[in-house]
């Protein structure tokens, strides 16, 4: 059986890696870490796991990145998918969108860029025990 997934999603490179090495260091092979630089990305990442019966559980995702902010992202990946835990972070969202990320998304927490590895990786841990 396949492990559960975090997906991490965010236009740049830089972020995406450093997310990437603090999971592992926190979580090891618990789970499988995936990585997208788009939302479109992301969503053709969701529905190729969701054909194979994989499960992603949560999702890190950037609010500012070009094509589709994070809010509507988040919105779109919990319309299909509800169950997947969603945490927005960023440097530059607007109020409004994180609040229509909780209100629409069911945002589990929004940390703002640049984050602690120690607020992240407690918030993925209080996420993943509900």
């Given at each position: 059986?396949?492990?559960?997934?975090?997906?991490?999603?965010?236009?740049?490179?830089?972020?995406?890696?450093?997310?990437?090495?603090?999971?592992?260091?926190?979580?090891?092979?618990?789970?499988?870490?995936?990585i997208?630089?788009?939302?479109?990305?992301?969503?053709?990442?969701?529905?190729?796991?969701?054909?194979?019966?994989?499960?992603?559980?949560?999702?890190?995702?950037?609010?500012?990145?070009?094509?589709?902010?994070?809010?509507?992202?988040?919105?779109?990946?919990?319309?299909?998918?509800?169950?997947?835990?969603?945490?927005?972070?960023?440097?530059?969202?607007?109020?409004?969108?994180?609040?229509?990320?909780?209100?629409?998304?069911?945002?589990?927490?929004?940390?703002l860029k640049?984050?602690?590895?120690?607020?992240?990786?407690?918030?993925?841990?209080?996420?993943?025990?509900?």
């Amino acid at each position: 059986m396949s492990k559960p997934i975090i997906l991490c999603v965010d236009d740049e490179k830089v972020v995406l890696q450093s997310l990437k090495t603090q999971l592992k260091s926190a979580f090891g092979n618990a789970y499988t870490y995936e990585i997208a630089e788009s939302p479109a990305d992301a969503l053709e990442l969701i529905d190729e796991f969701n054909d194979d019966e994989i499960s992603i559980i949560l999702i890190v995702s950037d609010w500012l990145m070009p094509g589709m902010k994070g809010d509507e992202f988040l919105i779109m990946v919990h319309q299909r998918f509800p169950k997947i835990v969603k945490i927005m972070l960023t440097g530059q969202a607007d109020e409004e969108a994180v609040k229509r990320a909780f209100d629409e998304a069911n945002l589990h927490r929004c940390l703002l860029k640049p984050w602690s590895e120690i607020e992240l990786i407690e918030t993925i841990k209080t996420a993943l025990s509900l």
